[in-house]
């Protein structure tokens, strides 16, 4: 952003730009107005952005630059994708012309503060990427589509490998000083695995020590740090652990079922924060907000700042990225909820704009959907469990005649009215039967009317396409289902 229209923004008064936020209505138009973006609202209150990435809309009332450069396969040229106006939305048709006929990958990510602080592909640390020479992959362009405020967007989407870094940041926290972090993601789409985080790391990729992260995390891991449930939760990454409270391990922390999440991690001496929401409506609630766990006072941040991987380089998570920032300072609670309001007034929705039918069933133990495999509308499908996305074969909506029905007209199914252990769970068309009744229980099974007995992941299966069956109820978690809307 050119330095004298960063001063124009910073400009405005304080109270008038977090009640400009606070009273923005759920119109994209609003989220346009000049000066009233999330960057905004952070430098009036007092904690500036000192890295702003968004491949969605500017974060700056007054940013006209570009948001993202893709590159694509064809010829090896570079494209960078601006805005629709000044302070609004991507213009997603310029990437959608660059890229016709052929794939393009997103090449940079560009702050917005005017400092520099741009994302790039992530060199190898401890752990190497899969790309030539142990660098990460690029995020394909085109696999997170969205729109925001009616207009086509991408998110970077995330699968293992893929990973952004910039190793020498300006203005980036260091050591204990205080910080606030966000990010809005695709809450379907996420793992178990180390870590979909964005925010500050370690500048050698090296995991040399505790507390030299402070991260925003989104995911189902729980190799260290976890909450209530299944996950996904909203945790800090402070290297050597995810944490999800002061406690190594559990503390008390609700698993998100929003298709858009924002993410909200701070720290200063001695203190941090968990904040988060539905980043399509409504406030943020307080996760954590107490002392650093033992080991992490002070904190030893080196203000690298990464996307999609872990401070070493770890590259076997995944999610999807659709804007974030991090502050010098940290931020008051007032001004994230106006940044909350800002965000919600800037329209996120699914590709397409209308909001999905039914729920994913997501399995406790795989943390996978209830799926249709291939999307395939033929009686007798087998279902299984898969990554959860946007696809409507992972939709089911329960009737009150206790149906889980998809694609409107089909049922989930015991094959052949069979009731023994083994029978296969398909879909048929909707018929009334007791086969294709089922009890979705507060104890997180899901039980056929007929045979009364559970839907089951067969084998106790993790892995992408393992297929459902009926089984007697045993209390495992490959028994035991949430239904996420
Ligand atoms: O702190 C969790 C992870 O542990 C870090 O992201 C990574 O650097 C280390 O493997």
Excluded at 60 to 80: C, E, I, K, P
Excluded at 313 to 320: I, K
Aim: hydrophobic content about 30%.
């Amino acid at each position: 952003m050119p330095l004298g229209k960063l001063r124009k923004a910073l400009a405005v008064g304080a109270s008038a730009l977090i009640a400009a936020a606070g009273l923005v209505g759920s119109g994209a138009g609003a989220a346009q107005a000049a000066g009233s973006q999330s960057c905004d609202i952070y430098a009036a209150g007092g904690t500036p952005c000192v890295a702003a990435h968004s491949t969605t809309r500017a974060l700056y009332g007054a940013y006209n630059g570009s948001l993202y450069q893709v590159r694509r396969s064809s010829d090896n040229t570079t494209r960078d994708i601006g805005l629709l106006s000044e302070g609004g939305v991507v213009n997603a048709a310029a990437q959608d012309s660059f890229c016709a006929g052929t794939t393009c990958l997103i090449s940079i990510i560009y702050d917005q503060s005017g400092r520099g602080n741009h994302l790039t592909q992530a060199p190898p640390g401890y752990w190497k990427g899969p790309a030539a020479g142990g660098w990460d992959n690029l995020a394909n362009a085109t696999a997170a589509p969205i729109t925001i405020g009616g207009q086509k967007a991408y998110g970077v989407r995330v699968e293992p490998g893929t990973g952004y870094r910039n190793n020498n940041t300006n203005g980036v926290a260091k050591g204990d000083q205080p910080e606030g972090i966000y990010a809005v993601v695709d809450g379907t789409h996420y793992n178990q695995w180390c870590c979909f985080d964005y925010g500050n790391a370690q500048t050698d990729g090296q995991a040399d020590a505790p507390a030299i992260m402070e991260t925003v995390y989104f995911g189902a891991n729980k190799q260290w740090g976890y909450g209530d449930g299944a996950g996904p939760w909203i945790m800090a990454d402070l290297e050597w652990g995810l944490f999800s409270g002061v406690n190594a391990g559990h503390n008390t922390l609700p698993s998100i079922n929003h298709r858009f999440v924002t993410a909200m991690v701070k720290g200063e001496p001695n203190h941090w924060a968990i904040r988060g929401g539905n980043a399509q409506s409504g406030g943020l609630t307080n996760y954590f907000d107490g002392r650093r766990p033992n080991g992490y006072n002070p904190m030893k941040k080196e203000g690298a700042i990464l996307l999609g991987i872990g401070g070493d380089n770890s590259v076997s998570g995944r999610g999807t990225f659709f804007e974030g920032v991090m502050t010098s300072g940290y931020p008051t609670a007032d001004t994230e909820n106006a940044v909350q309001a800002n965000i919600t007034a800037a329209g996120y929705a699914p590709s397409g704009g209308t909001p999905q039918q039914g729920s994913q069933i997501v399995g406790g133990q795989s943390n996978r959907c209830v799926e249709v495999p291939n999307s395939s509308t033929t009686n007798g499908t087998q279902v299984q469990i898969w990554d959860c996305g946007s696809g409507a074969n992972q939709r089911w909506t329960s009737t009150s005649g206790k149906q889980l029905q998809v694609y409107g007209n089909k049922c989930l199914d015991a094959s052949g009215q069979g009731t023994a252990n083994g029978t296969q769970v398909i879909i048929w068309d909707c018929n009334g039967g007791t086969n294709q009744q089922w009890n979705v229980n507060s104890n997180g099974t899901i039980t056929g009317v007929q045979s009364g007995r559970c839907l089951d992941a067969n084998a106790a299966g993790t892995a992408n396409g393992t297929k459902l069956i009926l089984w007697s109820c045993n209390g495992q978690a490959n028994q035991r289902w949430s239904l996420r809307s």
